[in-house]
């Protein structure tokens, strides 16, 4: 009885101990991507784009757009002023690749360099371009839908509707599509703006 009882006592110690191992397997299997993700939230990348600084671009952006008109209505250096803008706001240095479809383009509906974006923004004679930002508008206001950054932070995109406000008061809604990447100076920069009047059926 006694080598009975031993060899059950063996057993129940043989199979406690294959039940803890897989235990902690499991357990381990599970710490694995929690700590990932802790890591990633207590140590965000460096120089990552925040949400902040998302809508601080947007709300610079627009306070832009406001100043050239105001300076085409004082007549001052409104192109220099725009020329600065899209310097400012777009990532066009170096030859890079921004995707920029304009509101009211048909003919050249992409803006893929420097003198594109800026005869959108203030006209070329014998082009459609009439000069978006010498409409005027006093305000611009921005309604996001949703904000995406990516998990290394290295690009945020922003979606929804803004808000042109001219002089008589009236606001014309714009739904868009903004893509920010952050230069080497801590600035965000749109490499991707799409933006489009509401269908009308």
Do not use: C
Request: net charge negative; no cysteine; charged share 20%.
């Amino acid at each position: 009885m006694g080598n009975t009882s031993s060899i059950f006592d063996q057993m129940r110690n043989l199979l406690t101990l294959s039940l803890l191992a897989a235990i902690v397997v499991v357990f381990a299997a599970f710490q694995i991507p929690t700590k990932k993700v802790s890591e990633t939230v207590d140590n965000p990348v460096a120089n990552s784009i925040t949400m902040s600084e998302v809508t601080a671009a947007q709300k610079a952006w627009g306070e832009g757009i406001v100043a050239i008109g105001a300076a085409f209505t004082d007549k001052g250096d409104y192109r220099a002023l725009a020329g600065d803008h899209v310097r400012k706001f777009y990532d066009y240095a170096d030859g890079a690749t921004v995707l920029f479809k304009p509101t009211l383009a048909s003919e050249d509906q992409f803006r893929g360099d420097f003198e594109e974006a800026l005869s959108y923004f203030v006209g070329t004679e014998g082009s459609e371009d009439k000069g978006f930002a010498i409409a005027p508008y006093t305000n611009v206001r921005w309604e996001n839908e949703g904000t995406v950054i990516s998990e290394d932070g290295s690009m945020a995109i922003a979606m929804g509707n803004y808000f042109f406000t001219g002089t008589d008061g009236n606001e014309t809604k714009v739904e868009y599509s903004f893509g920010y990447t952050k230069d080497e100076n801590g600035h965000l920069k749109i490499a991707l703006h799409h933006s489009s009047l509401p269908f009308s059926p």
